[in-house]
């Protein structure tokens, strides 16, 4: 997120170089099993022994892994596993009982939704989160971050201030559109629209924002499979571009498409990490998806 | 039109006036921002009390008439700014009890709650605002400097009223049209999807009551200015919902909807009701009043609860693409190209 | 000593009083979702009821029946009837408060349009008195204690004991299981709708009898220290309500002797507003938070 909203869509990773991790994080332990990520520029997002208590259990006891950058990064596992838990915790919804979250080297565990968001990390919701009552372009408006001229202030009489750049807003979102084939839902109210639609103009209004990461919960979850096929070519479009992702998904055709590497949870911890290929032969996985029945 | 009638049109409109800067001011907390602020009577009651106990003499001047603080007997129009100023600071104290995490309809309670007690307290501390008998002999603005007849002051407070809807419909409409109103909407649908694109969504909800508060405060300081009087009758609960009336009917979201509801609610059943041969006992119109302005809500609420003028949707078309645009432009593109 | 004697004594008559109608109120919460902001008005219009067709000086026994039969009635009208409507309609918690602010708009406003605004006298039959300890109450309020005593016995063994508390219980918990207890949620809904109602209309003829007077907006100022009982000892929570009025009974009559008689509903007002900010599940329940309001 910036203050002047007229970067690109994509981020680039030009900067992933001259960024360290936070030393403190030499001290903790998850780091200190794994070395190799502890100095790593690569990680754009290292999570190490996060647990929360979440409607009366530990929905998650200990999560720790990491995400690369340029990666779309998967999170599978059988119901329950608390995944969904994980992402809530890295996006502030849930506040952690322990554990340590730096995104691209700040510690960012225990903030406040907003105060994530403003790192450069957008979500998406598992039931579509739009903005009903507005358009599609204004939801993507909206999506443009935070910016001088959606202040109270400007508001009551420095209009000059801000509508140049609200027009290159509306330029902009026109464009990420047309990028995805929908112009000519711009002006519909976005509670009109099909799951699959709303699921689309969440996508499109989380790019809006020039996101370092983006946290994806079930994004194909009941959406048709020939839009599934659509929002997963957009995935791997913005994974090209050098987009950063965390995906949670059920679908594990989709996952085998798009995730690489993959992270499996099961019980409120991580089990393993790795491609699905490596995992479909991890006998620890099999065994949470199979409920540990037979060997 | 004879002077009586006239008098009688001008102090109409006069209420108009108040009533819409009050109807406005909900509009922005509720309308656009979606808080239910079952309290706002509370808001316009502590801008009249401001200018009242602004626009007094200390008490002692009056004799033992009414006991109250305050009394600084400043003139126009520091009784109306110390109103707009108090409304919007009662914004913070009340905000931070809206902010909390309640469910829609137990934050309407804590609310509504809110104003009891603060009609409670105003009738039991008698010293603070002269009890149940409420404060009288609260100066007109420029009586003392101006020597007209009534009917000319009322059409001079006519135009003071009209100045402030000016006013208030400038701030309005300025929200409304700005990307900060665009928010506000955004967190009337989802204030987790606003969370999680990097705003706070209590601190836009605190704004907006401020700005809410400030035009509520005006209009209550209007009103106590042309009244003349202000007691806890004046502002019991109940008179929240005439202005949720007003908005449910009239239209939310938009300022045409929330005038046309000042024009319908208040003015045109209150007052209109007044002029019916009186019958029944004195007081019964009153109450009748009352079961039309629920009926009414009810009515609305099932058949057209986005009022008669609902909210417009906004559209915004291309840049550069606007069809009119497009067709002047190439003709002057055409015409200076000259012929082939 | 006698100040303190006193403040129990008629905290107590107080908080038998406060009991009879939070339980109503809480009950129908618990069953139906509902926040009924008309419950006052029900109270009120019990009240004019039973005054109507019985006439000053009846039978206290009577009376209480009658109030109790009109408050079940037009409980089960509003609640059932013209809420219920709405909430078939898809109306959700805010609309449904408007409703029942319109609703008691209009009933309120009725009883004062019928009546006018004057207060209503009844004339007191010659009381009996006891003398506790130099504390004085009228046989009205041991009356009133003792029936409430009842009431609470009757609640509790409708919920204990029928399989239809068991159902109200269940759906208050889940509405789901209201199908697993074999009884049919409208019933279920019905009941609470009606039980609440006689509740309500019991606690207003009482209240009147106890007050010596009534007006159209005894029970509007009532409710709201009926809500401060329901919400502190735990909203959906019978037993909760039940402590919620001893507390509140208690402290209103402290508040009334200590600080000054108008002081008495100011102090619960100020409980509810404490508890709505800092506990708002009270002390006894379960927040209910998401719940779906079911018709």
């Known amino acids: ?137 204004e939801n993507l408006l909206v999506g443009a971050g935070p910016w001088r001229g959606e202040r109270l202030t400007t508001a009551l009489g420095r209009k000059r201030a801000w509508s140049g750049t609200e027009r290159e807003l509306v330029e902009r979102a026109w464009e990420v559109l047309d990028r995805f084939g929908l112009t000519d839902i711009a002006n519909s109210y976005a509670a009109a629209l099909s799951g699959g639609q709303r699921r689309l103009v969440e996508l499109m209004r989380a790019l809006m924002a020039g996101p370092k990461l983006l946290l994806l919960d079930e994004p194909m979850a009941g959406v048709s499979p020939p839009l599934a096929v659509t929002i997963a070519q957009r995935l791997e479009e913005l994974r090209d571009a050098g987009m950063t992702m965390l995906m949670v998904e059920h679908e594990l055709r989709l996952v085998e498409r798009l995730c690489d590497p993959v992270v499996v949870m099961a019980q409120g911890t991580v089990l393993a990490e790795g491609s699905m290929t490596e995992l479909r032969s991890n006998p620890e996985v099999i065994d949470a998806y199979l409920g540990g029945g037979g060997g | 039109m004879s002077a009586g009638l006239l008098y009688y049109l001008s102090g109409l409109a006069i209420l108009l006036g108040i009533n819409l800067i009050a109807i406005w001011g909900l509009d922005l907390q509720f309308g656009l921002a979606g808080i239910n602020n079952f309290a706002y009577v509370v808001f316009q ?127 309005a409409r300025g929200i409304s049209r700005s990307p900060f109103g665009r ?53 019991l609960y109940p008179e929240t919902f005439l202005f949720f009336t007003a908005l449910i009917v009239g239209g939310k979201g938009n300022l045409a909807g929330g005038a046309l509801g000042a024009l319908l609610v208040p003015i045109v059943i209150i007052e209109a009701t007044r002029h019916l041969p009186a019958f029944g006992y004195p007081g019964l119109i009153d109450s009748l009043d009352w079961v039309v302005i629920g009926a009414c809500l009810l009515v609305f609420l099932w058949f057209r609860p986005n009022g008669l003028l609902p909210e417009r949707k906004r559209v915004l078309s291309r840049p550069g693409d606007e069809p009119a645009g497009r067709s002047v432009r190439a003709a002057v593109a055409a015409w200076r190209a000259g012929p082939r | 000593m006698t100040l303190l004697l006193s403040v129990l004594i008629f905290g107590i008559y107080s908080a038998a009083l406060l009991a009879i109608g939070a339980v109503g109120f809480t009950l129908q919460f618990g069953v139906t979702n509902v926040l009924n902001l008309a ?56 609309g449904i408060a408007m409703v029942t602010i319109a609703i008691s708009l209009m009933v309120q406003f009725g009883l004062e349009a019928i009546q006018g605004p004057d207060i209503l006298a009844y004339t007191a039959s010659t009381h009996t008195t006891m003398n506790i300890g130099g504390v004085v109450l009228s046989s009205g309020q041991l009356t009133t204690i003792v029936v409430a005593v009842l009431a609470m016995l009757a609640v509790h063994l409708l919920l204990r004991a029928t399989r239809l508390g068991l159902a109200m219980r269940a759906t208050a918990a889940d ?40 007006s159209s907006t005894t029970g509007s100022d009532f409710f709201i220290t009926l809500a401060a009982a329901a919400v502190l000892g735990g909203i959906g929570q019978p037993y909760g309500a039940m402590l919620g009025a001893l507390i509140i009974g208690i402290v209103s009559q402290a508040a009334a002797a200590v600080i000054s008689p108008s002081y008495k509903t100011i102090a619960a007002w100020t409980i509810l507003i404490a508890v709505l900010l800092l506990r708002p599940q009270g002390i006894l329940a379960e927040y209910a938070a998401g719940r779906e309001l079911v018709a």
């Open chain 2, 45 to 171: 009651a502590a801008g009249g009390y401001a200018a009242a106990l602004v626009a007094l003499k200390p008490a002692s001047a009056y004799g033992s008439f009414e006991t109250y603080v305050g009394g600084f007997n400043l003139p126009f129009p520091l009784p109306l700014i110390a109103a707009t100023l108090t409304g919007a600071l009662l914004a913070v104290p009340i905000g931070l009890i809206a902010m909390r995490r309640l469910r829609a309809d137990y934050q309407a309670m804590a609310m509504l709650v809110l104003s009891l007690i603060a009609t409670g307290v105003a009738s039991a501390q008698t010293g603070l605002v002269n009890g149940p008998t409420g404060l009288a002999l609260i100066p007109r603005p420029l009586t003392g400097t101006l020597a007209v007849s009534p009917l000319g002051y009322n059409w001079i407070f006519l135009g003071l009223t009209a100045v402030c809807c000016a006013l208030s419909w400038w701030v």
């Open chain 2, 183 to 235: 928010l506000l909407r955004a967190v009337r649908e989802s204030e987790s999807a606003v969370a999680a694109l990097g705003r706070n969504p209590d601190m836009l909800r605190m704004r907006v009551l401020i700005a809410g508060g400030a035009l509520a405060g005006l209009s209550g300081g209007l009103l106590v200015e042309y009244v003349t009087a202000w007691g806890p009758a004046s502002w």
């Open chain 1, 1 to 137: 997120m910036t203050e002047e909203p007229g970067v690109a869509a994509v981020p680039a990773v030009a900067h992933a170089a001259a960024t360290a991790q936070d030393p403190a994080s030499a001290h903790d332990p998850a780091t200190a099993h794994d070395p190799a990520t502890a100095q790593d520029p690569d990680t754009l997002l290292q999570v190490a022994g996060l647990a929360c208590h979440f409607g009366g259990v530990h929905a998650v006891q200990d999560a720790t892994f990491v995400v690369r950058r340029g990666t779309i990064t998967g999170l599978i596992g059988p119901n329950g596993a608390g995944k969904s838990t994980v992402i809530n915790l890295i996006s502030g919804r849930i506040r952690p009982l322990k554990g340590s979250v730096l995104f691209d080297g700040v510690q960012i565990a225990g903030q406040r939704p907003h105060e994530v968001a403003r790192h450069g990390i957008v979500r998406t919701f598992q039931q579509a989160n739009v903005f009903g009552g507005l358009t599609v372009l």
């Open chain 3, 39 to 94: 419950y006052g008005s029900i109270l009120t219009a019990s009240i004019f009821a039973e005054y109507g067709l019985t006439g000053h000086s009846t039978n206290i026994w009577v009376a209480m029946a009658v109030g109790a039969a009109a408050g079940a009635l037009l409980s089960l009208f509003i609640g059932h009837v013209v809420v219920g409507a709405f909430i078939r309609r898809g109306a959700t918690g805010f």
């Open chain 3, 175 to 214: 509405a789901s299981l209201t199908r697993t207890c074999g009884v049919s949620p409208v019933r279920t809904r019905v009941v609470a709708w009606l039980v609440s109602g006689a509740l309500c209309g019991l606690c207003g003829v009482l209240l009147g009898l106890g007050e010596g007077s009534f």
